[in-house]
């Protein structure tokens, strides 16, 4: 997968520990309006998915994180890439944490599933909300994470789902803010 865009903090030890996480995003366009994750504790809007389990396709990932997080079934014929994103900054347990983001394209069925949550997904109350790019950008942009636990990474997730946004709005796939 070609890589669309890299986020490098260098605020890292460079001839360090290096740890490596790859992860899958979900990228469901239905009209104009993105599936997203919300999270009402924080009040942000983030593309569902995560990290890519041993002996997992990232395929298999997906449609995984799609159902725990939205509730949602991804048709898997749907499923095509569209591109990678990395981020590199120091990290909790490294020197240095890359951050693998495979983002894909794909459909889901009209079936509303259950959510799957992990602890701190269920502590910031993520839910499902289809919104245009316009109103995610716009809560995305309301605050300045730092303050709160995790500031730095949050603010830094911002960033990343604020440019993937902005992208698919310049290539046509959502309408213009």
Request: with cysteine; net charge negative; proline share 1%.
């Amino acid at each position: 997968m070609n890589i669309i865009k890299e986020f490098d903090y260098k605020d890292y030890k460079e001839d360090g520990s290096i740890g490596i996480r790859p992860s899958v995003r979900a990228i469901i366009i239905r009209g104009n309006k993105l599936a997203l994750v919300y999270s009402e504790k924080y009040d942000y809007y983030i593309f569902a998915g995560g990290g890519i389990d041993q002996d997992e396709t990232n395929e298999d990932a997906l449609v995984r994180e799609v159902h725990e997080e939205l509730g949602l079934e991804v048709v898997r014929e749907s499923i095509r890439e569209y591109g990678l994103i990395v981020r590199k900054e120091q990290g909790k347990y490294d020197d240095c944490f890359i951050q693998e983001n495979y983002f894909y394209i794909c459909n889901v069925t009209d079936n509303i599933l259950y959510q799957k949550l992990d602890t701190y997904e269920e502590d910031e109350r993520y839910t499902l909300r289809w919104v245009t790019a316009e109103e995610a950008k716009k809560v995305n942009c309301l605050h300045d994470h730092s303050q709160q636990e995790n500031g730095l990474y949050c603010n830094r997730l911002m960033e990343r789902e604020n440019w993937l946004i902005d992208r698919l709005v310049s290539e046509g796939l959502l309408q213009p803010l």
